[in-house]
């Protein structure tokens, strides 16, 4: 597994020449590199979420297709179309920017549901159906989206089927003052990722992809996935928990995130450092609730409290069970 982290650390470490200061969003992102999963970058305009999308894939040399959602995308244009060749009397088809290893869906709740609803096979079953054929995907295949949380007008929120096919969700947030001072220099000349090169290949990733199943995750650290998981179901301040495919993406993503860290094992850090980004997004709170401006994060973090951590010794504190240690 320390060949992962050295790997990982240097594409890291390239992305951060364009993305400055926000190592744990690169973390993440790399983490869903390595589990073939999807990501939504969620944030405020201006912070970089398109730029580390680019960063990303130009880092590992992967072919990048990026898709503008407007409120006029038809599904067609992002599948691609079957179009009737009068020379040869047949249906051609015509790939739309789906077909790539990393697909950019900028700006993606600006589009109408049955635009949104286009991305759902690909994302699922790594495939797109036009016209009644069947067209596989190139491998990798990762979708990043992009939406602004702030903006609503003219907007069409996300569908929780569609929402759960993304493995994280991830925010960037606003650089230090130091930070901002140095993209400020960076960018003095030009962007640098004009000047971004590649250093890794495609075949690594590939190779990485499959060498972090083998990561070990012990029955006490499956229980503990599952619990949490569980747990959510059943929390006064939400509406719909979690699904098993919530449990699978948890499980997924803290073999990435041991191996980034040079484990072939996962710890129960590692599950408390994912649960949100996992799980937060998955998670309808109910409408009491959100009057009282009760959010994910808030939810998820009373889950990891009450539930107990393998190998912690339980104690009592505010009439709740919780693990001492934490």
């Not at 999308?53 to 590992?60: L, T």
């Not at 990048?64 to 599904?75: A, C, M, S, V, Y």
């Not at 036009?130 to 903006?151: C, K, R």
Request: aromatic share 4%; with cysteine; proline share 7%.
């Amino acid at each position: 597994m320390n060949d992962i982290q050295q790997v990982a650390e240097r594409v890291a470490d390239n992305v951060e020449q364009v993305i400055i200061g926000k190592r744990r969003a690169v973390d993440l992102l790399l983490v869903a590199l390595l589990c073939r999963g999807h990501v939504l970058l969620e944030d405020v305009p201006g912070v970089g979420k398109t730029v580390l999308a680019k960063s990303i894939a130009r880092s590992i040399g992967a072919t990048f297709k990026r898709i503008q959602f407007t409120p006029d995308l038809l599904p067609s244009d992002v599948t691609g179309v079957s179009i009737f060749n009068q020379q040869t009397s047949q249906f051609e088809f015509r790939p739309g920017p789906v077909i790539a290893q990393i697909v950019l869906a900028d700006e993606i709740n600006r589009a109408t549901p049955k635009t949104q609803s286009s991305l759902l096979e690909s994302m699922e079953e790594r495939q797109i159906t036009v016209d009644g054929i069947t067209h596989p995907l190139p491998n990798p295949f990762i979708v990043l989206a992009t939406q602004n949380p702030i903006e609503y007008e003219g907007t069409f929120p996300l569908p929780e089927a569609q929402l759960d096919r993304f493995l994280l969700r991830i925010h960037l947030g606003y650089p230090e003052k130091a930070q901002e001072l140095q993209i400020l220099d960076s960018q003095r000349q030009q962007h640098p990722l004009e000047t971004l090169t590649q250093v890794i290949s495609v075949e690594n990733l590939l190779t990485m992809q499959q060498q972090i199943k083998d990561v070990y995750v012990d029955d006490a650290i499956k229980d503990y996935i599952v619990s949490i998981t569980i747990a959510t179901r059943h929390h006064d301040d939400v509406y719909l928990g979690a699904s098993p495919r919530g449990s699978l993406a948890l499980f997924r993503t803290v073999q990435a995130a041991a191996a980034l860290q040079g484990r072939d094992y996962v710890i129960p850090d590692d599950v408390k450092l994912l649960a949100e980004p996992v799980l937060g997004h998955r998670l309808i709170i109910n409408p009491a609730a959100r009057i009282r401006n009760v959010q994910a994060p808030q939810v998820i973090d009373d889950v990891l409290g009450a539930v107990p951590v393998p190998g912690g010794r339980p104690s009592r504190r505010n009439d709740r069970e919780v693990v001492g240690a934490r």
